[in-house]
């Protein structure tokens, strides 16, 4: 009924760019805040970045000045710009949306099912 799909991954040399994009989709009546968080092999899950229905951003210490998060609330959609690249980001990328649908009071947490990215040379 709702979906996030992402796209955008690969595999790239330290020091290059991604750009990764999720568009949600479905009966959806709300978008609120949206974000991509990242799992590394043998990791527990983290939060990258987040921005709210207003454009408010948020970023994990370790991607500051290096990715950056957007929005385009017309299209549903939620970028994140990843530029100089490091191994350790390496690590499947999740999308995640908190929507409400026509038939809810309240908000759920929907997931994408992962785009996996590959930093090595």
């Known amino acids: 009924q709702v979906q996030l799909v992402e796209s955008g991954g690969g595999m790239v040399q330290p020091g290059g760019s991604l750009r990764l994009s999720c568009v949600a989709s479905?009966?959806?009546?709300?978008?609120?805040?949206m974000g991509w968080y990242r799992q590394a092999p043998g990791k527990q899950r983290e939060l990258v970045a987040t921005?709210?229905?207003?454009?408010?951003?948020n970023y994990a210490d370790s991607v500051k000045g290096r990715f950056t998060i957007s929005r385009d609330n017309a299209k549903n959609t939620v970028y994140l710009q990843m530029n100089s690249l490091k191994p350790e980001d390496t690590a499947v990328y999740s999308c995640?949306?908190?929507?409400?649908?026509?038939?809810?009071?309240?908000?759920?947490?929907?997931w994408g099912q992962g785009t996996q990215v590959t930093v090595s040379s």
């Open positions: 995640n949306g908190q929507m409400r649908l026509p038939s809810d009071l309240v908000t759920y947490a929907y």
């Open positions: 479905g009966n959806i009546f709300r978008i609120y805040a």
């Open positions: 921005i709210t229905s207003g454009g408010l951003t």
